[in-house]
């Protein structure tokens, strides 16, 4: 199961990104972007499973992505996906870190992210 930490450990090594705190008022926000752009490629945040479709108000860590337009509705109607959380959903992917969705494939839609982002 892919974890915040991993995601993090994975820009770095693959990117040389580290995270970026932006918001006093959310700190635990995390924010991955590319250094001679500035444009981010992914944000991790950890909100109510009920603001992205699940049941409940427990916490949970999410990765948002960007995506090719035409992928977003076909996996945001995939279990462990969701449109974009505060995002623009028309070209970001909300992507729920609770192992639903596999290693290969985060990875495979951060290196997505990235790519299109630079």
């Known amino acids: 199961m892919v974890t915040r930490s991993d995601v993090l450990r994975y820009a770095e ?4 990104t580290i995270s970026e705190h932006l918001w006093d008022k959310f700190p635990s926000y995390e924010v991955l972007r590319h250094k001679h752009n500035k444009k981010w490629y992914a944000i991790i945040m950890n909100v109510p499973k009920n603001k ?15 995506c090719e337009p035409e992928m977003v509705a076909p996996l945001s109607s995939r279990e462990g996906f969701s449109r974009a959380y505060h995002m623009n959903k028309e070209h ?24 299109m982002t630079k």
């Open 13 to 16: 090594e693959n990117y040389k």
């Open 52 to 66: 992205v479709g699940l049941e409940g108000d427990e916490v949970i860590d999410i990765l948002d992505i960007k």
């Open 92 to 115: 970001w992917l909300t992507v729920i870190l609770d192992g639903t969705v596999s290693d290969e494939e985060i990875y495979s839609l951060i290196d997505t992210s990235y790519e």
